[in-house]
């Protein structure tokens, strides 16, 4: 069966770095991968979406990568701060209409 | 207004009980879906329906029942639940379109239950 994993350890980064969290996947690639944002005791919130043809994606300060060789998804949080702090979730659909996948998330801490 | 409402948003109840958890929409999508998290175990499907005569059974449904009463509600039972039902459970939607865009999907505040 699919397996998607990302760090399991929470990332402690300085305000104003770039935060990276990985997302890495087994077997074969999807269709397109999703990244959401989770703040304590509430639902996921979508953030941006990769299409496996597509190799980067930008919205304001988050860029996501996908490597379908590497099998691999990173996000990236530039200029980053406390704000920004949550647990960041990756999903994996691999067709179309069908059910996303979601990793166990990464908690990111962001220190003033 | 909240777009997805789930109802309760706490409930502490004892092994063996009967519970139903709602979940109703406001965002007019045809798809509803059922998840439970768990700590470093993320978010697991339970339950999905694709439209109100679609229901289809995701990783985890064993000791899990739903209904969908219509395009906006659909609900998850415990027929008898069991401690290790403890957890956060989320409602979920997403829109059925042709966009390459579909599937983005839409969460619920979450109800947290507590099996004794």
């Known amino acids: 069966s699919q397996k998607i994993e990302q760090n399991s350890e929470a990332l402690n980064i300085q305000e104003g770095k770039t935060a990276t969290l990985t997302c890495n996947y087994t077997?074969?690639?999807?269709?397109?991968l999703q990244w959401y944002r989770q703040d304590p005791g509430r639902g996921p919130v979508f953030l941006l979406l990769?299409?496996?043809?597509?190799k980067e994606k930008r919205k304001e300060r988050l860029k996501v990568t996908f490597d379908t060789t590497l099998k691999q998804s990173l996000f990236h949080i530039t200029a980053s701060q406390p704000a920004d702090s949550a647990t960041y979730l990756c999903?994996?659909?691999?067709?179309?209409?069908?059910?996303?996948?979601f990793g166990q998330g990464t908690e990111l801490s962001v220190k003033p | 207004d909240a777009d997805v409402t789930q109802t309760p948003r706490n409930r502490i109840t004892k092994t063996g009980k009967r519970i139903m958890l709602e979940c109703s929409q406001t965002?007019?999508?045809?798809?509803m879906y059922w998840y439970r998290q768990d700590p470093g175990l993320g978010l697991r499907l339970i339950y999905y329906?694709?439209?109100?005569?679609?229901?289809n059974k995701g990783e985890i449904s064993d000791g899990y029942s739903v209904s969908r009463q219509a395009q906006a509600k659909f609900s998850l039972s415990l027929e008898s639940a069991i401690p290790n039902q403890t957890a956060l459970y989320f409602c979920a939607t997403s829109a059925r379109t042709s966009g390459r865009d579909s599937d983005t999907q839409y969460f619920g505040p979450g109800t947290r239950l507590t099996v004794l």
């Open positions: 999903a994996l659909l691999y067709n179309q209409g069908g059910k996303l996948i």
């Open positions: 990769i299409r496996e043809n597509e």
């Open positions: 077997n074969y690639s999807p269709a397109y």
């Open positions: 965002k007019g999508h045809d798809r």
């Open positions: 329906s694709f439209d109100v005569k679609d229901i």
